[in-house]
C-alpha cells in the first residue's frame, strides 16, 4: 500500500471512529426532536452523567466489589451507564417533563431542558468536583495492527457497540408493537391516540431510550473525553449540528451525518489543519440550512424516527 | 456637668476612631480563579494552597488580619472582568490573586491597574501580561519565553533534535509558548515540520497524531496544553508509535502548565517524557518538603500537591511577607514587591524584574518520565 493510500485508509478509519461517538450522542437528540418536535438541551449532562457510571462502575464496583477483570468491568459499565441513563430519563420525566407537558405548554418543557441541565452540571459538580477523572479503558490500551493501519480496541468496540445500538434502535422502531406506536406518535400524536395509543406513555418512553443511549454513548465517551461534570458540553454542540445537517428528526440522515463529520474532521486535521475543524463544520452546517434546509435526508415526517 | 459630657463625648469618639483603626488593620486580598468551568479544577487546587497558607500564618501577620474572599472567574475573560469589577466595588481589595488562565489575567490586568490594586498572578505565561507597562501587575509563573527557551536548549543541544512538531492549545497561552518555542529552534538551524493547535474542546487526538505519523521522523514534541488534553495527547501519539512511550523516537516535551500526577494518568505512553517543572515535591530543599509534609496532613496522605497549590501557597507567603516588611495596601504592597529579591518560596526565590516578572528560575529543571512512571531529575537546566 503507498503512502497516500495508507494515509487515506487510516484517516478514513479515525474519522469512522469519531464519526460513531457523535452518532451515538446524536441519536437521543434526534429521537426526541423526531417524536416531540423539541430540543433536549440536557441531552450533554445525561451523556456526563452516563461516563460518571461508567467509570465508578469500572472503579467502585466492579473491579473492587465484584472483583471482575478489567475488560469486563468496563462492559459492564457500558450497560450500567445505559441503566441509569434510562433511570434518569425515566425520574426527570416523571418529576418534570410530563407535568409541563400536561398543561399544553411547549415552551416550557422547552426552557425545563435548560433547567434540567443546569441541575444535572451543577449536581455534578457538587458531587464528584471540578478535577477531572482519569478514565482508562482496557480496551484503549490494545492497538490493533494491519500493516501500517492502526486502531485501538476502544475504536473498534465504540464502531460494534454504535453499530449494535443502531441496529437495535431500528429494528426496535420497525418490527416491535411499541416501536410502531412510537413512530404513529411522531407522526401524528392526536390520531395516534385515537387509535387507542396511549401519547403520553410513548413520549416517556422516547425520553427513557434517548437518554439510555446518551448514557451508553457517556460510557464509551468516558475514556476520551476529560471526565469532569462539564464533559458533555465538549461534543453536543457538534451533535446539534450533526442532527441539522443530517435533517431534524431523521435517524438514517444523524447516522450517515454523524460519519461525514467525523470523515471530514480527520481530513481536516490531515489537509488544512485541526484548529479549522470547527470552521469547516459549521460552513457546511451553514452550507446546508442555505442549501437543503431539510439536512441530507429530506425531511418527511412520516419517515423520521 | 457640661464639660463632664463632652469630656465623655470625646473619650468615646477617641475610642471608637481607635476600634475603628483598629478594625481597620486587614489585608484584604482578592482571589479571581476559575471555580466552575474546566478549568475549575485550577480554583479548587488554589484555594488548598492559599488556606493551608493561611492556616500556618494563623491569618494574622504584623498585626494585620490577611482577609481572603474568593471569587468564581471561570477562566473567561467576560466573567473575570466582571468579578474583579465586583471585588473593587465591594471587598475592595489591597491585591488580586489571578487569574490562572492567560486570557482572563489579561482582561482583568487593566482593571486592577486603573484601580491601582496589585495583582498577584500565579498561573499565567502569556508574554503581554508583564510586557504591557502595568505597574501594578507581578507574576510569579515563569512566562513563555522563560519556559520555551529551555526547552528549545535542551532539544537542540541535548537532545540534539533537528525536526520538530509544535502542539498547542489555541488561546493566548499556548500561542506564545509556541511561537516562543519555534523562533530560537529554527534560528538554531531546527525545523518545524507542523504548528498543530487545537481548541479545548477537542477530546480525540487520533487523526492528529496519525498526521504527524506521516510527517516522518519527528525529533522532539514540544506540547502546550492542559493536563486533560495532554493525557490523550500522549497516548495517541503512543498509539501511533510516534514518541517513545508507544516505541517511536520522538521525544514529547512539555511545560510548566502539567501538574504532578500527569505521568500516573498517561500511564506507559509517557515514558520518555521530557518536561521543565518549577515545583518538584521530590525536591529536598526543607521549604518545599515542609510544605509537602503540612499539604499531606491537611488534605491526606496519598494527595501529593501540585506546582498549582504550590504557586497559590505562595502567594500568600509572598503577601505575609509585604505586610511583614511594612506593607499594608496596594502602595505598600506594590513597593514591597518590587524589593523583593530573593524571598524563598516552594517554587523557589522571588525576585522581580522592573517588569513585575519573576526573573529567578534557579529551581526550574528538567525531568523525564521512567518507565516505572517516577520523575528522573535531570540537569539540564
Redesign the interface.
Known sequence: MS?LAA?VV??SL??V??GC?YVMVALGLTLIYGVLNQINFAHADFVTVGAFTAFFTVTRLATKLLGLPDTAAYLLSIVAAFGMGALLGLAINAAVFAPLRERGDELRPLIATIGVSVLLENAQ?ALF????Y?F?SPF??E?LRFGRI???AQ?ALVVCVSAAAIAALYAFLRFTFLGKALRAVAQDRETAGLMGINPGLLIGLTIVIASALAGMAGAL?GP???L?P?AGA??I?KAFAIVIIGGFGNLQGTIIAGILVGII??FT??YL???L??LVVFILLLAMLVARPTGLIAERKEENV | MKLASRLALAAAIVLASAAAAAQERVVRIGVAMPISGPGSYFGVMDKEGIELALEQLKGTVNGYKLQVQYEDSACSPLQATNVVKRLLDQFKPHIVIGEECSDASLAIAPILNEAKVVQLNVGSVTMKLTESGYKYTFRIFPNAEQQSAPLVKVAHDVLKARTAVILHEKTNAGNDNAEGFKKPFEASGGKVLATIDFGRDVNDFTAIATRIASLGKVDVLPTFALEGQQVRLSQALAQAKVVKGGGGSGVQMGSIWLPYGYDQKAGEASVGYVRIVQFDPTERRKMVQDFVSAFKAKYGQDKVPTHINAHAYDAILLIAEAVRRGAHDSESIRDAFSKFKDVEVTTGRITFDPKGQNADLSVVHFVETQKDLSWKALSWQ
Open positions: 503512502d494515509l487510516q484517516q479515525n474519522g471512529y469519531l461517538l459538580l468536583g471540578p478535577i477531572p482519569q482508562d484503549a490500551r492497538t492502526f486502531f485501538s475504536s465517551l476520551v473525553l476529560v469532569s462539564f465538549s461534543v454542540v474532521e480527520a486535521v490531515q489543519g485541526s484548529g475543524i470547527d
